[in-house]
């Protein structure tokens, strides 16, 4: 189906991270994404993506522990991704 291509074609790495992510991005189509810590407080965001690159995050703003990202597409769906953060 065309959710499992989505699904397929996205990537967030390396997990666990230590001072960025990568959103590897390959037909995905992302249009927004946040990054939120266990108490589901907003860490950091950008909503304003543009182009098909992969995006780097910088992990800095996040402490040690589980964080989540939260993916919003052009198409609307939204996928959610859990990463761990290790200082």
């Known amino acids: ?18 001072d960025h992510l990568i959103l ?6 992302i249009k927004a994404w946040s990054i939120h810590d266990i108490y589901n407080r907003c860490v950091v965001f950008d909503k304003n993506i543009k182009g098909n690159e992969d995006i780097t995050i910088s992990l800095m703003p996040c402490s040690s522990g589980v964080h989540i990202i939260r993916i919003e597409l052009a198409n609307g769906s939204i996928l959610i991704r859990r990463f761990t953060v290790i200082r």
């Open 24 to 29: 590897g991005r390959e037909r995905a189509g």
């Open 1 to 18: 189906t065309a959710v499992d291509d989505i699904l397929k074609s996205f990537k967030v790495y390396p997990n666990p991270a230590n």
